[in-house]
């Protein structure tokens, strides 16, 4: 099996190279992410941060954590001593599922349909999956719903995002403070700005149209040009978020280094439970967390091996023995929607047979991580004449340096859009969770949620009940196409397995997302 790329859990390079990935790191001073035992930060915080020998950066008193920096090599040691902190770790070396809603009826949001009919519409086989098309004939989503795109930023000039993007909600928090706008959280690398593509490209007559196109999106950029998502931006971001009370976020990556987050390992603890808490704030302000499985081919519930962390700086990777007492992030926090990726439902020219909803060979599972699946592509298992259209299109920035990591083969530009109407293919998980949180959007959209009054005052976790539960159910395959099980995991080496029923199994979850399903209040037998 071919080596994938690590620190950008989103993008598969199993059947074709990606990113390149180097990031360079502050010379002069390493980032800390101060954990105290308590959930808020002491009012001589500051001062604390400064008698050690560092700068004080960002508190979040809401969770009890702060962000410093320090070029001296005791600042760690020194600030340990104090009793009321749990942990202190350098992030130099590190990047990084309830009842089901009372109300049935459509909420007071304003909503409108959208159509379908854009210059790369024929193209999107994703959303014809997903039935977005049918869907869009009932709302393409209000626009007063925010979705926070925590990615590589988005190129917000882009002509099929520009008039769906929230500066507002935007902000950049690679330092781990935020810096607000949309410019500030520009995409220097072209993942964001595709995830941010799925979720919400307006039905404009250019390029696509998302799952969501009336909606609003916001890029919350945690990933560097280099797509690392260190420590310090991942809880700036969750923070953020729940601090905008934004509705969704979409999670298309693991936070760096560690895909693994063991709790025992004392690197690794101040990192993950700051992390942890950050998240569980998010969600304790009504946001709804998406996050992409991963694609490693791996059963994540029922880990044995990691052979890929820590994926910065390269070449650090180690092989360790692991359980279940070592988690991956976002994925594993309790509430969190996970997502695995489905290909194209197309005849498998390999097998001579159609496969519904296949499983993407890449795409990593586990009965306790997947909520649900999304198409996320699949270059391999697909009857297109050309196989790059087994991959997911979407929005790209046309500028560098993002423009070069969209392989020539795989850009598509839209005329009518102008010259930065630039579209790419690509494959992964990260290319399915945006469309669950697309459909996630549309159904706070219809219903509400709990920061508008009307209907129910869906909470994150009603809505992810409601997302699994107008799931389309699918049955774990009784054959596979000749070659599919040579994918074997990535970390543990082991044959691919989906274990499960109909309702819930290992592959799929609850189901393929279903937008007409979702905005019909149809019942599936998910959830």
């Not at 050690?52 to 950066?57: E, F, L, S």
């Not at 049918?134 to 190129?155: C, K, N, R, Y």
Request: proline share 6%.
């Amino acid at each position: 099996m071919r080596r994938r790329t690590r620190a950008l859990r989103g993008l598969v390079a199993g059947a074709a190279a990606l990113l390149s990935l180097a990031f360079a790191a502050s010379a002069s001073a390493d980032t800390f992410v101060v954990l105290y035992k308590s959930s808020a930060v002491p009012a001589s915080a500051k001062a604390d941060v400064q008698k050690a020998g560092g700068t004080y950066v960002r508190g979040y008193d809401q969770i009890g954590v702060a962000i410093a920096r320090s070029n001296s090599a005791t600042f760690a040691s020194k600030l340990s001593k104090d009793s009321r902190i749990d942990g202190v770790s350098s992030t130099k070396d590190f990047a990084s599922r309830l009842k089901e809603p009372a109300a049935k009826t459509q909420g007071d949001l304003p909503n409108a349909p959208a159509s379908d009919s854009d210059t790369f519409s024929p193209l999107q086989w994703d959303m014809r999956q997903i039935h977005s098309p049918q869907a869009h004939a009932i709302t393409g989503g209000s626009p007063a719903v925010v979705v926070g795109d925590i990615d590589t930023g988005l190129d917000y000039r882009h002509p099929d995002l520009s008039q769906n993007v929230s500066s507002a909600d935007s902000a950049n928090c690679l330092s781990g403070a935020p810096v607000q706008g949309s410019a500030a959280a520009d995409d220097d690398n072209g993942h964001g700005t595709h995830t941010a593509g799925t979720i919400a490209a307006a039905s404009n007559g250019i390029g696509i149209v998302g799952v969501a196109p009336n909606v609003k999106v916001a890029g919350i950029k945690a990933g560097n040009a280099d797509g690392y998502f260190f420590p310090e931006a991942v809880i700036c971001s969750f923070m953020w978020a729940g601090n905008r009370h934004l509705d969704v976020t979409n999670n298309s990556y693991f936070a760096d280094p560690w895909e693994y987050n063991c709790r025992n390992d004392a690197e690794q603890r101040a990192i993950w439970k700051a992390e942890q808490r950050a998240i569980k704030f998010a969600q304790s302000q009504g946001v709804l967390v998406v996050a992409s499985a991963g694609n490693d081919s791996d059963d994540v519930s029922h880990p044995t091996r990691d052979v890929t962390s820590p994926d910065f700086p390269p070449g650090s990777e180690q092989e360790r023995r692991i359980t279940n007492a070592c988690v991956v992030v976002p994925l594993e926090v309790s509430g969190v929607v996970g997502v695995s990726a489905t290909g194209p439902r197309e005849q498998d020219t390999h097998a001579g047979q159609y496969v519904d909803n296949l499983k993407s060979f890449y795409s990593s599972y586990g009965v306790s991580v997947v909520d649900v699946t999304a198409p996320g592509g699949d270059s391999i298992f697909n009857d297109f004449t050309d196989p790059v259209e087994g991959r997911v299109l979407s929005t790209w920035p046309s500028s560098s340096p993002a423009a070069a990591n969209c392989l020539p083969q795989r850009r598509r530009n839209d005329p009518a859009g102008g010259p930065g109407a630039t579209y790419c293919y690509q494959q992964g998980t990260s290319m399915a969770s945006p469309h669950a949180a697309g459909v996630a959007a549309l159904i706070v959209s219809l219903y509400g949620d709990a920061d508008t009054p009307q209907n129910g005052k869906m909470r994150p976790g009603q809505v992810a009940s409601f997302l699994s539960r107008t799931a389309d159910p699918q049955a774990c395959p009784n054959t596979l196409p000749e070659g599919y099980l040579d994918f074997t995991g990535f970390n543990s080496g082991a044959e691919q397995e989906c274990q499960g029923g109909p309702g819930h199994n290992s592959w799929y979850g609850n189901g393929q997302v279903d937008a007409l399903n979702a905005v019909t209040n149809a019942s599936g037998s998910g959830g």
